[in-house]
């Protein structure tokens, strides 16, 4: 069964970094594009940044910049490294794959910006 680990959250001042991570129980992860997601509170799932099989790359523009997705296809991980974080990062940060073949969503990692 495949499985969606995030973790790496937490509170952070603005300005402040962050790296999240998406541990992954898929055969044949490399074969698959990724994607991470937020929830912010009160608010609809969003799309944050997808990396292809091949390392292709694309971010939304509210994080262009300032987040950067990369993978590690030997560990089945997904990363996203957050700087210049903003208070409207504040969100609950998910990975899974893009569009509508989901797979069965993980916990999520909480991300909170504040002073």
């Known amino acids: 069964q495949v499985q969606l680990v995030e973790s790496g959250g937490g509170l952070v001042q603005p300005g402040g970094s962050l790296r999240l991570s998406c541990a992954a129980s898929i055969n044949m992860f490399n074969s698959y594009s990724m994607t991470w997601y937020r929830r912010p509170p009160g608010k609809q799932l969003e799309v944050v940044a997808t990396?292809?099989?091949?390392?292709?790359?694309t971010y939304t523009d509210r994080v262009k910049g300032r987040f950067t997705i990369s993978r590690d296809n030997a560990k089945k991980t997904v990363y996203l490294q957050m700087n210049s974080l903003k208070a409207e990062d504040t969100a609950v940060y998910y990975c899974?794959?893009?569009?509508?073949?989901?797979?069965?969503w993980g916990q999520g990692t909480q991300v909170t910006v504040s002073a």
């Open positions: 899974n794959r893009p569009g509508s073949q989901s797979f069965i």
């Open positions: 990396i292809t099989s091949s390392g292709g790359t």
